[in-house]
């Protein structure tokens, strides 16, 4: 615990060191603002390092990561916000409040009773006017869909199973259809955008987090389409003079070797 008292304590002071007068020109002329985007790339970075499996890069990931959260703290110390302490002392209190079954006397047996009663604590004892609120709307859609969602299952408003929620998919699927025929575009939209949250919806009766399977499965279709563009190049061929019977075959081809 030393050791990470000592090494943390040292990030800090060198974060000081580049925001100060004879420090970093870039580092000084940040704010919260413009490391915004930073703070996305890093997170997004730690993502792509799980999903890849790439483990011994995970810790410098993570160290970026970590580097976004001081870089905030300093400036906010600098204006007389806050400092990396408190900032480590919210989540300390957080974790032991939001945990009364490890730190106090209340029995939760299960990880779903759990996210119920954290829901709960945040309505009752954390000032959020609404089961849904606090689901930043700067997340990807589908992700943004899926945790309201889930939110608002923890006071009730859900299916009691998951065969209703595959008439709901079937349903909307079938006004979309209705839209389309129509050529109404503003209705298209609309049920289109109902048929995704539907099939969020069911994402999450199947323990499926819809932003992660699509993630993975456009990381299948670029990987496979290289594949057909070298299989192409390979033949000396272009791709935009084949017909597209003929690049199903290299592609059908390219997935059952994976497979």
């Not at 199903?248 to 059952?256: H, L, T």
Request: with cysteine.
């Amino acid at each position: 615990m030393h050791k990470i008292d000592k090494q943390f304590s040292r990030l800090v002071e060198i974060m000081s060191i580049l925001r100060g007068e004879n420090g970093c020109p870039w580092d000084r002329e940040q704010s919260h603002k413009s490391l915004r985007q930073h703070l996305l790339e890093e997170a997004y970075e730690v993502i792509e390092t799980i999903d890849k499996e790439r483990y011994d890069e995970l810790a410098g990931e993570l160290g970026d990561l970590l580097l976004q959260v001081v870089f905030h703290a300093q400036m906010a110390s600098e204006e007389g916000r806050f400092d990396i302490h408190d900032v480590i002392q919210e989540i300390n209190e957080k974790l032991i409040r939001r945990h009364p079954h490890v730190f106090g006397d209340a029995e939760i047996n299960s990880a779903e009773e759990q996210v119920t009663h954290w829901e709960q604590l945040k309505l009752t004892h954390e000032g959020k006017k609404s089961a849904i609120d606090g689901v930043p709307k700067q997340l990807p859609a589908l992700l943004r869909a899926f945790r309201m969602q889930k939110k608002a299952s923890t006071v009730g408003f859900d299916w009691p199973d998951v065969e209703p929620v595959w008439h709901k998919v079937a349903e909307e699927f079938e006004e979309l259809g209705e839209a389309c025929t129509k050529s109404d575009e503003k209705k298209i939209e609309e049920e289109f955008g109902d048929l995704l949250f539907s099939l969020v919806n069911l994402s999450r009766f199947l323990k499926v987090n819809p932003e992660d399977a699509l993630r993975m499965t456009i990381e299948k279709f670029y990987s496979r389409f290289r594949q057909v563009e070298q299989e192409f190049g390979k033949q000396g061929k272009a791709m935009r003079g084949a017909t597209l019977e003929e690049m199903d075959e290299v592609w059908d081809r390219i997935k059952k070797e994976e497979t």
